[in-house]
C-alpha cells in the first residue's frame, strides 16, 4: 500500500496516525522536509523522522510505542555501584553536537545509517532554536557517554544514546530522568523497542493510549533554551 507524499513546499500538515501502516510498522508517510516548522509539527502529533542516505524523509508512527517514565527508571544495584564511585561527570547542552557525531558512529536503532548529514544539520538547528538537547558523561576531558532529544511541553522525545564505556549511557538516560523529573516531564518517547531500554524501565504503550498522554502533556509549556546542569546527586530523585 503506498503511503502518502507531502510536499516540502506545502505546511507541515500530517496524516493521522491511525492510518499508519502495520508493515512496515508505523510507516505513515514520506516526503516533507527536515526544516524546524516540520519537525516540531510532527514530534506534537506523536511522528518522527526516519530513513537512511538515498531515501526520501520517511514518517513513523509505531504502534505500540516504547515510552518511559521519568520517575520509574530502573537503577540497577551494579549501576548505583556505579554511580557511587563517582568516576564520570554529568553535564546538559554543552556538546550537543558532539553527542549527535558519537551517536553517527555508535549505532543505535540498529545502526545509525539514519543520522545523515541532513538529519545531523536539523537536529543542531533544533538545539540551538533551544528545542533539541543533549546529556554529556564524561571522564576526565573525554566524553563517554550521551545521548540527545527534543523536548515540547512536558514530553521528552528520545532520539539517540551512545556508550564509549559500559554504562555511559545508561548513567545519561538516569541523569536525563531527574533533569525531566525536576521540571514536571510524564514521558519519554523511546520510539521502538530496545532490550536495553526495556532494562531500565521502558514499556509499550499502545498507540491510541500515547497520543492521548501526549496530547496532555503538550497542554503544559515548557520553555525553549538551554538546559542548565542541576547540582543534584544521580543516586537521589528530585524533590
Same mark, same amino acid.
Given at each position: 500500500?503506498?503511503?502518502?507524499?507531502?510536499?516540502?513546499?506545502?505546511?507541515?500538515?500530517?496524516?493521522?496516525?491511525?492510518?499508519?501502516?502495520?508493515?512496515?510498522?508505523?510507516?505513515?508517510?514520506?516526503? %516533507?522536509?527536515?526544516?524546524?516548522?516540520?519537525?516540531?509539527?510532527?514530534?506534537r502529533?506523536?511522528?518522527?523522522p526516519?530513513?537512511?542516505? /538515498?531515501?526520501?524523509?520517511?514518517w513513523?508512527?509505531?504502534?505500540?510505542?516504547?515510552?518511559?517514565?521519568?520517575?520509574r527508571?530502573?537503577?540497577?544495584r551494579?549501576?548505583?555501584?556505579l554511580?557511587?564511585?563517582?568516576?564520570?561527570?554529568?553535564?546538559f547542552?554543552?556538546?550537543?553536537t558532539?553527542?549527535?557525531?558519537?551517536c553517527?558512529t555508535?549505532? %543505535?536503532?540498529?545502526?545509525?545509517?539514519?543520522?545523515t548529514?541532513?538529519?545531523?544539520?536539523?537536529?543542531?538547528?533544533l538545539?540551538?532554536?533551544?528545542?533539541?538537547?543533549?546529556?554529556?558523561?564524561w571522564?576526565?576531558?573525554?566524553?563517554?557517554?550521551?545521548l540527545?532529544?527534543?523536548?515540547? %511541553?512536558?514530553?521528552?522525545?528520545?532520539?539517540?544514546?551512545?556508550?564509549?564505556?559500559?554504562?555511559?549511557?545508561?548513567?545519561?538516560?538516569v541523569?536525563?530522568?531527574?533533569?525531566?523529573e525536576?521540571? /514536571?516531564? %510524564?514521558?519519554?518517547?523511546?520510539?521502538?523497542?530496545?532490550?536495553h531500554?526495556?532494562?531500565?524501565?521502558?514499556?509499550?504503550?499502545?498507540?491510541?493510549?500515547?497520543?492521548?498522554?501526549?496530547?496532555a502533556?503538550?497542554?503544559?509549556?515548557?520553555?525553549?533554551?538551554?538546559?542548565?546542569?542541576?547540582?543534584?546527586?544521580?543516586?537521589e530523585?528530585?524533590?
Open positions: 500500500m503506498p503511503v502518502p507524499w507531502l510536499d516540502p513546499m506545502d505546511a507541515p500538515v500530517f496524516p493521522c496516525t491511525s492510518r499508519a501502516l502495520a508493515d512496515p510498522n508505523g510507516l505513515l508517510a514520506a516526503g %516533507g522536509s527536515l526544516d524546524a516548522d516540520w519537525l516540531l509539527a510532527a514530534y502529533e506523536g511522528i518522527f526516519w530513513y537512511e542516505e /538515498g531515501q526520501p524523509v520517511l513513523w508512527a509505531p504502534d505500540p510505542r516504547l515510552v518511559l517514565d521519568p520517575g527508571v530502573a537503577v540497577s551494579s549501576l548505583r555501584k554511580i557511587r564511585k563517582q568516576i564520570y561527570r554529568i553535564s547542552d554543552t556538546a550537543f558532539s553527542v549527535i557525531e558519537a553517527q555508535s549505532g %543505535g536503532r540498529e545502526n545509525a545509517t539514519w543520522i548529514p541532513e538529519m545531523k544539520a536539523a537536529y543542531v538547528n538545539h540551538r532554536l533551544g528545542h533539541a538537547h543533549s546529556v554529556e558523561v571522564r576526565d576531558e573525554f566524553l563517554v557517554g550521551g540527545y532529544g527534543i523536548a515540547l %511541553g512536558k514530553a521528552f522525545f528520545g532520539e539517540s544514546m551512545f556508550s564509549a564505556q559500559p554504562n555511559a549511557s545508561k548513567l545519561a538516560l541523569a536525563l530522568s531527574r533533569q525531566l525536576s521540571r /514536571g516531564f %510524564g514521558l519519554i518517547d523511546c520510539q521502538v523497542h530496545s532490550d531500554l526495556v532494562s531500565m524501565g521502558a514499556e509499550a504503550l499502545p498507540r491510541r493510549d500515547f497520543q492521548e498522554a501526549l496530547t502533556l503538550l497542554a503544559s509549556k515548557e520553555q525553549p533554551g538551554p538546559w542548565k546542569t542541576p547540582p543534584y546527586n544521580l543516586m530523585k528530585p524533590s
